[in-house]
């Protein structure tokens, strides 16, 4: 009767720790493009060279620049993930200037 027990026992134990997982799951994919971004630096809570500074540091950074704009920012062409693309420089609002140049990945040939 006890091995019968252990088996009722392991079986919910089993059950709760794959609801709790299915759950789990559900809410992290649940969650909104907005709640997601905000977790995001913000370009426009930074100076230019902090912004700057984020994006050598880390090669390939996201960064909100505006409530609803956000982009991946790179160091390089080495960052772009894809074969065949290239960089160009944009303009992003920091807290000291409107237009703070970074770069973005393009697809070769496309409009510089």
Not at 39 to 52: E, F, G, V
Not at 64 to 85: H, I
Request: proline share 4%; glycine share 8%.
């Amino acid at each position: 009767m006890h091995a019968n027990n252990s088996r009722k026992q392991s079986s919910v134990a089993g059950f709760a720790l794959g609801s709790g997982l299915v759950f789990g799951v559900i809410c992290l994919t649940g969650l909104s493009a907005e709640a997601q971004t905000r977790r995001q630096p913000d370009t426009t809570r930074l100076t230019c060279a902090q912004t700057q500074a984020l994006i050598e540091k880390f090669g390939a950074i996201n960064l909100k620049s505006g409530p609803y704009k956000f982009d991946r920012y790179v160091a390089g062409r080495t960052q772009c993930v894809s074969a065949g693309r290239d960089i160009r420089t944009t303009y992003v609002p920091t807290s000291d200037d409107t237009s703070c140049p970074v770069k973005v990945c393009i697809e070769q040939g496309q409009q510089q």
